[in-house]
């Protein structure tokens, strides 16, 4: 009986142009397809917040990601390569939640060598210092760029991430 061969591997993490290390397509990744899970330790938003407390208020650099009013995922604890897709003002994915789980899909048809990105919709806080703009700075160099990875304080509420929930029978 003959083997199968692995498939090929589908992105690869290495530099990036955008920020520290980013994630790459290997080869074309068509629109729709779901391209990685985000993992990492699952906590509460207390414990999150807890780790980070003593966090420089001047380092933007997180791997956490909110799922729910319950659950964050600290990738920074058991992650995989989801945690370095960068941020982006005009993506080429999006992170979609189902069932508590989230997935990073591609938005449109990724070319072999372009970087993965989606939108971090960061929310801003009370307490964020005068100068959040600038720790959570945008280089995507889009045309659209906001300049920020930061929701715009302007705009509404971002919107809601693609949810989508399975119906167990």
């Excluded at 397809?33 to 780790?51: K, Q, T």
Aim: hydrophobic letters at 35%.
């Amino acid at each position: 009986m003959a083997e199968r061969a692995a498939p090929s591997p589908l992105i690869e993490v290495r530099e990036s142009p955008l920020h520290g290390k980013g994630v790459f397509a290997l080869r074309s990744i068509p629109r729709g397809r779901r391209v990685i899970e985000y993992l990492g330790e699952r906590v509460s938003h207390r414990e999150a917040d807890r780790r980070y407390d003593d966090k420089d208020a001047n380092d933007n650099h997180t791997f956490l990601f909110i799922v729910d009013g319950r659950t964050v995922i600290d990738a920074g604890v058991d992650g995989n390569d989801a945690r370095f897709v960068n941020h982006a003002c005009e993506p080429n994915c999006e992170s979609v939640i189902e069932d508590r789980r989230v997935f990073i899909e591609a938005l449109r048809t990724i070319k072999p060598g372009e970087e993965l990105t989606y939108d971090y919709q960061i929310q801003r806080e009370d307490d964020d210092p005068p100068d959040v703009d600038e720790v959570f700075a945008c280089r995507c160099g889009f045309a659209g760029c906001r300049g920020s990875m930061l929701w715009p304080e302007w705009a509404a509420a971002p919107p809601k991430r693609r949810a989508r929930s399975k119906k167990v029978k």
